[in-house]
């Protein structure tokens, strides 16, 4: 299918919640939500959690997905999460044109990046739409390097 009839596509950053949930090995860590908007060539995220306090507010560049600033929570800000969520969101949105497999489904549409350091599976992000209207409902961005899945799905 040529990329300009990819069925999933990411709605630009607009600060509307998502749901998120980090799992480790199938074992989930955290659910809550998160909200995403770009602001001076950055992605900016907030994570909340499920009772809506703030656990973790950042910025990602998106010229190269590093991390260029997070706060919050000492119990979050002292772990990997902050850098996962980072680099979720820029594999996320610099990736939605790079779709190597898409299928058709009469369930949806999803579409899936693959990315290899040689012959090692380095991340898998699935953008999965619930209708074949395009928009995305999820992603899921698998990063096999820290055991980890990160999984936003769309609040309607």
């Known amino acids: 299918m040529p990329p ?3 069925p999933c596509r990411m ?3 607009s600060g509307r ?11 989930e860590l955290f659910e809550g939500m998160a909200a995403i908007r770009i602001a001076d060539d ?3 995220f907030t994570v909340l959690e499920p009772g809506g306090m703030t656990l ?3 910025a990602v560049s998106m010229e190269d997905g590093r991390l260029t600033r997070y706060s919050g929570m000492q119990q979050v800000t002292g772990t990997p999460l902050p850098g996962i969520i980072g ?5 996320i949105y610099s990736s939605c044109d790079d779709a190597r497999e898409t299928v058709l489904s009469d369930r949806g ?3 899936r990046s693959f990315y290899a350091l040689g012959i090692f599976e380095v991340k898998t992000i699935t953008f ?3 209708s074949l209207d395009g928009e995305c409902s999820a992603v899921e961005v698998d990063n096999p390097w820290y055991s980890v899945d990160i999984i936003f799905e769309r609040l309607d």
């Open 4 to 6: 300009s009839y990819l």
């Open 11 to 13: 709605p630009a950053p």
């Open 17 to 27: 919640p998502w749901k998120i949930k980090v799992r480790r090995m199938g074992e």
């Open 42 to 44: 950055a992605y900016i």
């Open 56 to 58: 973790l507010d950042g």
């Open 87 to 91: 680099d979720a969101l820029f594999s």
């Open 109 to 111: 549409a999803w579409m």
């Open 128 to 130: 999965l739409s619930g």
